[in-house]
């Protein structure tokens, strides 16, 4: 769905700029009923229903509206919908440039990840708790079993980390029926631990959020594991030692 959603995106789009994008405001914007219905009929119609909008309100340049799709990317469109721009806005300071699409993105990608419950989520979480981690994960990632050989360490540090499911692949990826047993078990910390020291675990099926998580986890642009995403919503690719994880999970 990210990769067929971008290039689906990359077609429809009635205009290219230079690479602009924006920081938005906390709370959408009433009275754009007439641009969404506008978008939505393009975005719809170019995509065969994939694509729809999921949110508008203004960017900070002004004569841009900031859109936010249901597959979670962001475009600028002008206020009557004619034209679309792909890409990031950059703003200039003193000190160079401030990314302010990655600031939007980030927020956005917090959110969503903190709205998958914990019931959902296997958790390790110290007695302290200063900060919290989620990771995307799959049972049969070299990087993603060293992370979790150091999960002691990083709840010493007061670091909270809730793990989501990506089976790399999806439905076809070998480790797709282990995570199924993983989420399905009685005690989902102690299958997760066995399985990822390469011990069999029982199988099981059940109504699982497996397939929710790898959709999300493909929303936020993530392709491989372990995928962290930081309390601020930075989404870090790959294996950290304890020490540059905490630096990054603390310098927030």
Request: contains cysteine; glycine residues 8%; charged residues 25%.
């Amino acid at each position: 769905m990210k990769a067929m959603s971008r290039s689906l995106v990359s077609v429809c789009v009635l205009g290219l700029s230079s690479p602009l994008l924006a920081q938005s405001s906390a709370v959408e914007s009433p009275g754009h009923d007439a641009l969404r219905d506008t978008l939505d009929q393009s975005l719809g119609g170019a995509t065969e229903g994939q694509l729809s909008v999921e949110q508008i309100r203004p960017a900070p340049m002004d004569g841009l509206m900031e859109v936010t799709l249901n597959s979670g990317e962001v475009l600028f469109t002008d206020p009557e919908g004619r034209y679309m721009i792909t890409g990031d806005m950059l703003m200039t300071d003193n000190d160079g440039f401030v990314n302010l699409s990655a600031e939007t993105r980030n927020e956005r990608n917090a959110e969503r990840v903190a709205a998958i419950p914990d019931s959902e989520v296997i958790e390790f979480a110290p007695d302290d708790v200063q900060a919290t981690i989620s990771v995307f994960t799959d049972v049969d990632c070299t990087y993603c079993r060293r992370l979790h050989g150091d999960i002691e360490d990083i709840l010493d540090n007061g670091i909270r980390v809730r793990y989501l499911a990506y089976p790399r692949g999806g439905t076809s990826a070998g480790s797709y029926g282990k995570m199924l047993s993983v989420w399905c078990s009685d005690d989902r910390q102690r299958a997760l631990t066995q399985a990822k020291h390469g011990q069999n675990v029982p199988e099981r099926d059940c109504d699982n959020p497996v397939m929710k998580h790898y959709e999300l986890g493909n929303q936020l642009g993530i392709s491989g594991t372990p995928a962290i995403v930081m309390p601020d919503g930075t989404v870090v690719p790959g294996y950290l030692d304890v020490d540059r994880l905490t630096a990054l999970v603390f310098d927030q």
